[in-house]
């Protein structure tokens, strides 16, 4: 496919998992992509090998790496500033950045509530806000993903900051698509459910724990980060034209209330 075809997009969190995985399938769709990292420079250069290896189809294609901690201001600011002195402007943000740390609600360091909400939410939102500001400048159409999860509306045990930020990105994703609707500026979401990734290791290679899990989703399987990356892609381009303020979930059927499975009510 071609649907991003000479589109700049810029991916925070793109060195693993399902950043690492959507920067390689805007690359195969013609994108030219800026992958972000915080830490691990290494990373974020393998990562920009495949994406020019994906993008090897298309000679005019370029890509770039840059450094910033979501969560900082300044740091987002001139992130901003890098990717478009190199690309001339932006036409997608993908806000991928996202981390968790599980503890019992009553054990929550407010350090750790702080550092999940700010780069989960507060992050998010200050890139839109900066990928906003650009598009309005340029009076051009824009597009802005942001990668939530099933969490955003089922709730999460011991993950309560976590959930806390995707539930508020779920109103954020409704509010910015509501108020820049007739500027041009689509803004969804990406709702995964169980996902292969580095993130979800303490699953994955547990094989009871990964039964436990998977034993939840309707279709029986965790996904992968390259199904979720066909998601994104297509709500960024322009087959997603007429949608704004969405959160699409992609898990599988875990939002389908699945131990309704089986019936256990006494209707009909």
Known sequence: MTRLLGKNVLITGASSGIGEAIAIRFAQEGANVAINYHSGKDRAEAVQLKVQEAAKSFPKATSMTVQGDVSDEKQVITMFAAVIKQFGT?????????????????????????????????GSFMCAREAIRHFLSRNAKGSIVFNSSVHEIIPKPKYVPYSISKGGMENMTKSLGLEYADRGIRVNAVGPGAIVTPINLAWINDPK????VESHIPMG???????????FAFLASEEASYITGQTLFACGGLTLYPEFRVAWSSGE
């Not at 993908?94 to 599980?102: E, T």
């Open 90 to 122: 932006l036409d997608i943000l993908i806000a991928n950045s996202g981390i968790q740390k599980p503890a019992a609600s009553d054990q929550v360091e407010m350090a750790d509530f702080d550092r999940v909400t700010g780069v989960n939410l507060r």
């Open 209 to 212: 724990a990964k039964a436990e």
């Open 221 to 231: 399987r965790a996904g992968t980060s390259e199904e979720i990356a066909g998601v």
